[in-house]
């Protein structure tokens, strides 16, 4: 069964470690772990001083809730966009995470990851 062919909760049971390594990652700011996951597109793109600069501007960045909600799943051109309702420990209210996930060499990783 391919990536795409998944049911959202099978989806969501393969994105939930990503998304939780993602946000403990991100909060200690630990580049190696935050990027383990990506896809080499991915990797290309986030370079450490870039992510350093995000972590040091945005405190939302830093400060992530494992206080996460699962909403639904979009499918489009072989990718799968996860979406979740995600919590600050610092910043009140809502935000939605993004995880675009693939397939790379026949594993599972990350395209997108974006929160808002």
Request: net charge negative; charged share 30%.
């Amino acid at each position: 069964m391919s990536l795409l062919d998944k049911k959202d909760d099978e989806i969501f049971k393969l994105a939930e470690p990503i998304w939780d390594n993602l946000v403990k990652s991100s909060n200690m700011k630990d580049y190696g772990s935050f990027t383990k996951d990506f896809s080499s597109q991915m990797l290309y793109g986030a370079n450490e001083v870039e992510l350093g600069k995000q972590w040091a501007s945005n405190k939302l960045l830093t400060n992530l809730s494992e206080d996460r909600e699962f909403l639904g799943c979009l499918r489009r051109n072989g990718f799968i966009t996860v979406l979740l309702k995600q919590k600050s420990a610092n910043i009140s209210g809502d935000f939605l995470g993004r995880l675009v996930l693939g397939v790379e060499d026949e594993q599972i990783k990350v395209f997108g990851a974006t929160i808002f």
